[in-house]
């Protein structure tokens, strides 16, 4: 094992926290879930166009109201409320708002509720910042409002219908007849798309507002998933929904313009491409050029297309191939003559490109054996880009600017650990976010153009003198060689560690594609938990396997047709390493994950019996084919083309190994992560006549969580780990 940042993390450790004294405790599963630990942040924070402002949505707590505050970004002083809800009659507080783009109203929500992981059903106002009038947008719950440009007018989805209200006569149109549940959605996406290409609203408002594209979905042929829902009535109910699974027929998507003047609507033929799927919708600089990404059924080919409203013709500018797949992000930005910035992994690491508004390519912005993972945009007065890159290995996020030609790179942040930058509208500031393994979230105020900071907004010293009395190890990150790759990896040890003893390994890790747990960043829940149990003598461990992210191309789809076969592997090595330690008892070995963790935890304990003595999984896939077909079939094609990868490595076909002690934990209105996968491997284990422990949380989702369902869920698995481990 290397050593990468022990020893330094190790002394920023004892710099940050007191000297340990008899008086530290240990954190309580009652503190973790309770909120003890809690991070402040900036809520809702919206750059204004001036570029020297921007707006806070703020929350009074003692007098009860919500406010939407502009403050100026060099003195940090707030220069003016713009909203008040002590001021609107009616109006208890604000949950979310968005500018038109002058910024003379605001569009406010005031109730949401949840409908999947991205979308909500809410109550949306209008708010004229001048007269400081409001009108509510609808009476019904209504998804995705959206300003045209001008804010004359707001299109939405109502029951998998889109409307136009004109905000000046106040009149409501209906543009679209056929939307009907389980069938028809228009302008919304189906569940698949909201899951796996992260995005509800599936229509977009021309430069000029006469124009609305939108995508319709016909769901007709998707089969029909039944969830039961036992509430607190005489009889459960039953919410359906349609969710094609892999291998099973997915919603047809077109694509349609609806003009605003002739109120008339065409739908854009795209069979000349490659539109299996339509994941992207983005107008270009040019009112009536729409842009459209289209991709295949095995996501490896992607379609840049162009899209002439004023004559319904398209036109194919940039055509992205992969031998696994290519990904979809939003990072697609137009400059004013139609060129745009694009990222790609098509050199093995993911850059920024550059293309002229016919596709050819005039430059690769950024290079090297590192990733961009994060793009920002562009400043058209200094002609910067701005990104976040792994260049700083690759556990470690900074902020970078460079010139389309790849020269004068400036790194804007110095600060070894996570940095995240939220940039002003004319990118003369950013607010810089920055957070370390020992450091809690602490945001400043930036030079977009040298980084330098210029104040301090807002840290969580409180909770870091807080955290001097509890019992905190440093996180030792390294490096540990496996299967001929050099994986990135951090351990816990108890504060008194004491290298002559022998202590339980358990470890911990999530491991789907393209994902990270091993990074230098400020705590989340489950490291509380790590931390509380590290004190009660446990060794946590975390290994990035091979498949995980932001080390290459190569390394992130190596495990493509083959989910969980090369990232168990990975995991039994690394434990059978870690268990070679002389501090390490080999015989107290354990493994624990969520979702794609859960299904490699359950894979670890079956496959390799000989290594770990026991498991828990939290909502586990234990087959991809029970997963839906968008995700599943990216890295895994169908089960008709690929039944073997998808058999061989799910957990049903290793129930005979087990031979260890196993927690399985599912929600049944699990509606991602269907708790039929955790049912099938019951009845498996009983069919085997496996001994195993299971509990299921009724009418929770996959996060499992609401009311003391969390405390509950962490107070079970703590005790078996003490019972088992």
């Known amino acids: 094992m290397k050593k990468l940042h022990s020893l330094t993390f190790l002394a920023l450790f004892l710099t940050a926290f007191c000297p340990f004294t008899a008086q530290q405790k240990n954190a309580t599963l009652e503190e973790i879930w309770g909120g003890e630990f809690r991070t402040q942040h900036l809520d809702v924070l919206r750059s204004l166009n001036n570029g020297k402002e921007y707006a806070v949505l703020n929350f009074d707590r003692q007098n009860k109201t919500s406010t939407v505050d502009v403050y100026d970004y060099k003195s940090g002083k707030k220069a003016r409320t713009l909203l008040n809800s002590n001021d609107l009659k009616g109006i208890n507080y604000v949950i979310s708002y968005e500018f038109n783009k ?153 694509l349609h313009l609806y003009n605003l003047s002739s109120e008339t609507t065409s739908e854009v033929k795209l069979s000349a491409y490659n539109s299996y799927y339509i994941p992207r919708l983005l107008w270009t600089k040019d009112n009536d050029l729409l842009s459209v990404q289209l991709t295949n059924r095995h996501q490896n080919v992607l379609d840049l297309i162009f899209v002439n409203a004023a004559t319904n013709t398209s036109k194919l500018i940039l055509q992205e191939t992969d031998e696994a797949y290519v990904d979809i992000t939003d990072n697609l930005t137009f400059l004013n003559n139609n060129s745009f910035f694009w990222t790609s992994e098509k050199d ?28 920002y945009g562009f400043d058209q007065n200094t002609g910067r880009v701005y990104y976040q890159s792994a260049e700083n290995e690759s556990i470690n996020r900074d902020v970078y600017s460079i010139l389309p030609s790849g020269k004068n790179k400036v790194r804007l942040t110095q600060q070894t650990g996570t940095n995240d930058a939220d940039f002003s509208a004319d990118y003369t500031y950013f607010i810089g976010s920055f957070s370390d393994a020992t450091t809690p979230y602490v945001f400043t105020l930036n030079d977009a153009r040298t980084g330098k900071v210029l104040r ?64 230098n960043r400020w705590m989340g829940s489950n490291d509380y938990w790590h931390q509380m149990l590290a004190q009660q003598g446990y060794i946590i461990a975390c290994v990035d396997g091979r498949g995980t992210g932001y080390k290459g191309r190569k390394f992130k789809k190596m495990t493509q047709k083959e989910l969980g076969k090369y990232e168990v592997k990975d995991q039994i090595a690394a434990a059978k390493k870690l268990s070679e330690l002389p501090y390490i008892d080999a015989s107290r070995t354990g493994i624990w994950g969520w979702s794609y963790g859960g299904f490699m935890s359950s894979n670890c304990l079956f496959q390799g019996a000989d290594t770990f003595e026991m498991a828990i999984a939290v909502a586990p896939v234990t087959s991809w084919r029970f997963y839906d077909s968008i995700y599943t079939e990216r890295y895994m094609q169908t089960p008709q083309e690929n039944a073997s990868g998808y058999d061989n490595n799910s957990p049903l076909s290793h129930v005979d190994k087990l031979k260890g002690n196993y927690l399985l934990v599912h929600g049944t209105a699990d509606d991602n992560v269907h708790v039929q996968n955790s049912m099938r491997l019951i009845e498996a284990l009983v069919q085997a006549n496996k001994p195993f422990d299971w509990r299921i949380y009724p009418d929770k989702n996959h996060g499992i969580y609401g009311g003391n369902t969390r405390l509950h869920l962490y107070t079970l698995m703590t005790d078996f780990i003490k019972k088992n481990l």
């Open 456 to 519: 301090e907004i807002k840290n969580n010293n409180d909770l870091k003198d807080r955290l001097a009395s509890y019992k905190i190890s440093p996180k030792e990150f390294s490096t540990i060689n496996i299967n001929g790759e050099d994986l990135n990896m951090y351990l816990i040890k108890p504060l008194d560690f004491d290298e002559t003893k022998q202590y339980p390994l358990f470890m911990f890790q999530y491991s789907g594609p393209g994902s990270q747990q091993v990074a």
């Open 102 to 254: 002058d910024e003379s109203k605001i569009l406010f929500s005031t109730e949401l509720q949840q409908v999947y992981r991205r979308s909500t059903l809410g109550t949306y106002y209008v708010y004229d910042v001048k007269t400081k009038d409001f009108s509510l947008v609808s009476t019904n719950k209504i998804q995705e409002p959206t300003f045209s440009n001008d804010g004359s007018k707001i299109a939405y989805g109502f029951e998998n219908n889109l409307y136009i209200k004109d905000l000046n006569s106040g009149n409501t149109k209906q543009i679209t007849l056929d939307g009907k549940k389980n069938s028809i959605i228009n302008g919304i996406t189906d569940w698949v798309y909201e899951e796996e290409f992260a995005f509800v609203r599936a229509f977009e408002w021309s430069a000029n507002g006469d124009k609305l594209a939108y995508i319709k979905f016909d769901e007709t042929e998707v089969p029909q998933f039944n969830m039961d829902v036992y509430g607190n009535e005489l009889y459960p109910t039953a919410d359906t929904f349609k969710y094609p699974k892999a291998g099973e027929n997915n919603s047809k998507v077109s």
């Open 348 to 375: 093995g690491w993911n850059h920024i490109y550059q293309y002229d508004k016919d596709g050819k390519l005039l430059n690769q912005v950024t290079k090297g054996s590192w990733e961009v993972t994060e793009y």
